[in-house]
Every structure is written in C-alpha cells, then in structure tokens.
C-alpha cells in the first residue's frame, strides 16, 4: 500500500508564495515520474508541473516562470514552490507519482487546497 501526503496549502495574498510537499510512504520500489496537478471549482483537472527520475522537469504555460517543481528522491518526495501567485491559481493541488519496477501504478495525494487572495 503506499500512500501520498500533501502539505503546505494555504490562504495567501496576491504575489505571495507557497511551498507544497508531497511525501510517499509505503511498498515503494521506484518511483518514477512525479507531479503536480490542480482542480479549481468547476473546471478540470489540469497537469501543473511533472519531473522524472533524472530531474527533467515540464510545466504547464500557466506555470513557467512562476512555479519551480523539484524532487528528493531519497525521501520520496516532491515540491512544488510557487511564485508571484495569482487569483487563478486558487485550486486544488493534487501529487501525482507513477511507482513501480516492471510494472507501474499511478497514485494520487488527498489533495490541498491553495487559496490566492487580491
């Protein structure tokens, strides 16, 4: 069983910062890709940043610039630091991990929510 924690969620201001930490706990063999993904209300579910084992990184246009996603592999875990935020980021940030050897599974964090204010 393996789980994904979220933290670092939060209320902030337009042009504020944030932080979110997603850890991995469990039967964790290699984890591949990782990545961040967000639900504002009444939309869909859309990719924010993903980074590979090797570091490679691709972020959604909406993010370059602004947010830096980054992993330690050591710990099973993956960032998201974000930046200059805006009114539309508030959503539901969600981790992503794709786990396993010679045959994959992709896992889901609870989700956290980011709440950007003017």
């Known amino acids: 069983q393996v789980q994904l924690v979220e933290s670092g969620g939060g209320l902030v201001q337009a042009g504020g910062s944030l932080k979110l930490s997603c850890a991995a706990s469990g039967r964790i063999f290699s984890i591949k890709h990782m990545g961040w993904y967000r639900q504002a209300p009444g939309k869909q579910r859309e990719l924010v940043a993903t980074i590979t084992r090797d570091g490679s990184t691709n972020y959604a246009d909406s993010a370059k610039g602004r947010f830096l996603i980054s992993r330690d592999n050591a710990k099973n875990t993956v960032y998201l630091q974000m930046n200059s935020l805006k009114t539309e980021d508030t959503a539901v940030y969600y981790c992503?991990?794709?786990?396993?050897?010679?045959?994959?599974?992709?896992?889901w964090g609870q989700g956290t929510q980011v709440t950007v204010s003017s």
């Open positions: 992503n991990m794709v786990i396993g050897s010679t045959t994959s599974y992709i896992y």
